[in-house]
């Protein structure tokens, strides 16, 4: 397993769709798993998490093809019902009683108390790691061993850096049977990085990613607004993750991404990775 990291415009979606064509080339078998993958194997990506009473009331009103569609989205783990609400918008949005659709998202895994949340999370990369040991291909992440955790956990909830880092520690005693390596991507300049992106990607994502780093959690708390505020929680993140990362003690290297000179950093990223699996 290959877990790609760092800030947002650094690169780690770019690099891991990169160190999957090199696996690729190495006619190894590969799974790329992106942000934002709604059949996300180790994590939650637009699923809802519902007590049976919660979802017993969902269910009573609505009737016929609705109902059957829920039904078809849902799982259930331990005590709760997981509905793959993004999925059923996507394939039934006309369908479906308008209600719903605020109820799902409340209860969206990423809205929930940190602890449930933990639970949930920590839950989904076991299953995960005993299925991907009995198969032979190799998983690319990105950004989900890191990032989601800290986003949640420090961005939305200024969760303790103790607890931080314990939790990124459980990840990685769950996942240590897949002999995984961290990619962290870095930038010589954030700030530089971060205006970058704010400049390539579309006005809605900025004006989103500014007002969860500013509006909650960590970003309240030290009063950060607009961009400047949201750099500031970045640099905050950044130092946290550096902390993580020097913590873990699985293989891990640093590749920087400064260039911004895509064969140079597929050539530097196929270097790496094949000293990781001769090891291996």
């Known amino acids: 397993m290959i877990l790609i990291e760092g800030l947002p415009g650094y690169g780690k979606s770019t690099a891991a769709q990169l160190v999957y064509e090199i696996l690729t080339e190495m006619n190894m078998g590969a799974q790329l798993v992106l942000e934002g993958n709604l059949d996300h194997p180790a994590d939650y990506e637009g699923v809802a998490c519902l007590t049976q009473a ?9 009737g016929g093809n609705p109902r059957e569609v829920l039904s078809a989205h849902t799982t259930c783990q331990d005590n709760y019902y997981l509905v793959g609400y993004r999925k059923i918008i996507n394939d039934h949005g006309p369908l479906l009683p308008k209600e719903w659709m605020g109820t799902l998202a409340r209860k969206d895994v990423y809205e929930l108390p940190l602890a449930q949340h933990k639970e949930l999370i920590t839950a989904r990369w076991r299953q995960f790691a005993e299925r991907a040991l009995t198969g032979p291909d190799t998983y690319v992440f990105d950004c989900c061993f890191i990032q989601n955790p800290v986003t949640m956990g420090m961005i939305k909830h200024d969760a303790a850096e103790d607890y931080m880092i314990s939790y990124i520690q459980e990840l990685e005693a769950i996942t240590a049977g897949l002999n995984p390596l961290l990619m962290y991507i870095e930038q010589d300049d954030l700030e530089h990085s971060f ?14 990613f500014i007002q969860y ?8 708390r030290q009063g950060h607004q607009g961009i400047e505020g949201t750099l500031r929680v970045l640099e905050a993140r950044q130092k946290l993750e550096g902390i993580i990362y020097n913590r873990v003690n699985m293989d891990k290297i640093k590749v920087n991404n400064s260039s911004y000179d895509l064969p140079a950093y597929k050539q ?6 094949a000293g990781y699996l001769e090891r291996e």
């Open 213 to 220: 780093y500013t509006s909650q959690g960590y970003g309240l």
């Open 195 to 208: 205006r970058k992106a704010v400049r390539q990607r579309p006005l809605e994502w900025s004006e989103g």
């Open 54 to 62: 919660e979802y017993d009331e969902l269910s009573r009103t609505c």
């Open 268 to 273: 530097d990223l196929a270097g790496r990775l």
